[in-house]
């Protein structure tokens, strides 16, 4: 564990970083390489600590991984679908996405494997994903009164199904259309809200036959198979979403983040900071990549208080504590609705977020469904805070750290190599003392 000690005087942002590849489509990149026939090369990939846990887990079922972490490519030999019979469990430490994403791979198998997980893991539920599966044919125990670890049994005469969603899950969606791709028949998800759509877009990309739609999502299987392909990862949006915020909320800042990544159903707080007042200007954006780009210019603004729906919900959901500090900035009040699902998927998340940030001076009320901000709330440290191990929460605290001229503590901050081991490195390339 180590603790992080900020600096005693407030920072503005100057100049241009580029931020690291997509970790999200990272994920689903790998695991469709891994399934595929022949070859993908992954460019501008970063080997953060939960990707080299995904890279890990499709090596042991079959696949070549060759990285070259100095020029940021992935090499991958795919197995096309035939994986590798294991006598040791796989471990999917605490990386959510892997585990959702791997227990839909491993349903079309007919091996058995055991899949176990760190302590946040195996605490987490997984039942609505593994009844869903079941349904389909697939065979889960867990071997405690935990979730994980957890026997699979897959099958390779699976049945697709209808699933009308019954919370907004982006992981329970990719799991089901990784499955669906192997299945016999048709797979239906009758959506509730639509969510990140890089499972999908990617599947079409490697050869799967996927249709999508703003209300439903349809597997066809058994039409063409999954083909190595070249995929250029453009930058996440997620981490660029820290920039954004510290370059809105820190007076004289000018900031380019070049190649960030677009997808329309990442981008929610570029739309939220825009309702709060904000003028983000937009250059170079890409021309048919599989997924859009572009370069993001950000200078300060006063932002004002809004109103977030459920809609936007889905869309935010990786940067609800970063919202939450940027209200807390703004003139006037927020209101985040329609958080019920998300409390279902991170309440851990948003408890800590609401303690750490009081441990700032910063307030909020945060109920079953709806989290209220009041703006204009000055930075107050009161306490050391701690990141929880959650790297959006470590991060969003070293950006409420250049707000104030007032030093603390960040205990656990390693939990940032998580998603970006350079975030503090890169952050003090644009930072210039107020």
Excluded: W
Aim: proline share 3%; glycine share 8%; aromatic share 6%.
């Amino acid at each position: 564990m180590f603790d992080y000690n900020t600096q005693p005087h407030k920072f503005k942002f100057q100049g241009e970083i580029n931020v690291p590849g997509d970790k999200s489509i990272a994920h689903r990149a790998i695991a469709l390489g891994a399934l595929a026939d022949g070859v993908t090369q992954i460019s501008n990939f970063t080997y953060a600590d939960d990707l080299a846990v995904t890279a890990k887990v499709f090596k042991e079922l079959g696949a070549k991984i060759h990285t070259e972490i100095s020029n940021k490519d992935m090499i991958i030999k795919g197995v096309d679908h035939q994986l590798q019979e294991l006598d040791h469990p796989l471990d999917v430490a605490n990386v959510g996405t892997l585990e959702s994403l791997l227990l839909g791979v491993l349903a079309s198998s007919t091996n058995q494997y055991e899949v176990i997980g760190g302590n946040y893991l195996s605490k987490r539920p997984s039942d609505r994903l593994v009844k869903l599966l079941s349904g389909m044919g697939a065979n889960y125990q867990s071997l405690t009164e935990q979730f994980l670890p957890m026997k699979v049994t897959g099958s390779s005469d699976l049945q697709g199904i209808v699933y009308h969603q019954d919370i907004s899950s982006a992981q329970i969606k990719s799991s089901l259309v990784l499955a669906g791709i192997y299945a016999k028949t048709d797979t239906t998800i009758i959506r509730k809200l639509p969510t990140r759509n890089h499972t999908e877009v990617l599947a079409n990309y490697f050869g799967a036959d996927v249709t999508i739609k703003p209300d439903l999502i349809v597997v066809h299987p058994g039409h063409s198979k999954l083909t190595g392909q070249n995929l250029t990862i453009p930058g996440d949006f997620s981490s660029a979403a820290f920039y954004i915020a510290g370059a809105l909320l820190t007076k004289g800042s000018k900031l380019v983040l070049p190649k960030v990544g677009l997808n329309s159903t990442r981008i929610g707080l570029l739309n939220v900071a825009k309702q709060m007042g904000a003028n983000i200007y937009v250059d170079n954006r890409s021309v048919k990549s599989v997924e859009p780009f572009g370069d993001l210019i950000i200078k300060s603004q006063q932002l004002h208080g809004t109103k977030i729906t459920s809609k936007q919900v889905q869309f935010i959901i990786d940067e609800i504590p970063l919202i939450a500090l940027m209200a807390s900035q703004a003139s006037g009040q927020t209101i985040i609705e329609g958080v019920h699902d998300v409390h279902l998927q991170l309440s851990d998340r948003i408890r800590n977020m609401r303690v750490e940030l009081a441990k700032l001076g910063i307030v909020m009320q945060v109920n079953d469904d709806s989290i209220v901000i009041d703006g204009d709330q000055k930075i107050t440290v009161k306490d050391t805070v701690d990141s929880h191990n959650d790297h959006r929460i470590a991060m969003m605290l070293c950006i409420a750290s250049i707000l104030t001229d007032q030093p603390f503590k960040i205990k656990n901050i390693e939990a940032i190599d998580t998603s970006y081991p350079g975030f503090i490195a890169d952050l003090n390339k644009v930072l210039v003392a107020d």
